[in-house]
């Protein structure tokens, strides 16, 4: 079992932005950043593999960037330009396989943005 532990969240203003991480207790396979808002289903919004295939949701591209060290077995999401849409709880998770089974997950940490 390996454990993941989010940190980042926070509160900011559109435009602003803030960046996560989590950290692992150990290696894994295939690590991700999902998030879910109120009323709407998780969704996936980045992930990478091990060696280093990065997965973006269109709403996300070219204003979040996933990124792993994978000596320290953590994964960071650069989050810019941030919009009041992207208000969510994000959620870390991993996988132990190149088939990105979401096996372990985090606790979430909030985002809020405001307009």
């Known amino acids: 079992q390996v454990h993941l532990v989010e940190s980042g969240g926070d509160s900011v203003q559109a435009g602003g932005s803030l960046r996560l991480s989590c950290a692992a207790s150990?290696?894994?396979?295939?690590r991700a950043w999902f998030r879910q808002a109120p009323g709407k289903e998780r969704e996936r919004v980045a992930s990478?593999?091990?060696?280093?295939?990065?997965y973006y949701i269109d709403s996300v591209k070219g204003r979040f960037t996933i990124s792993r060290d994978n000596a320290k077995n953590t994964v960071s999401l650069q989050m810019n330009s941030l919009k009041p849409e992207d208000t969510a709880m994000y959620y870390c998770?991993?996988?132990?396989?190149?088939?990105?089974?979401?096996?372990?997950w985090g606790q979430g940490t909030q985002v809020t943005v405001s307009s």
């Open positions: 998770a991993g996988a132990p396989t190149y088939r990105c089974d979401w096996r372990y």
């Open positions: 150990g290696s894994t396979w295939c």
């Open positions: 990478i593999t091990a060696g280093g295939f990065a």
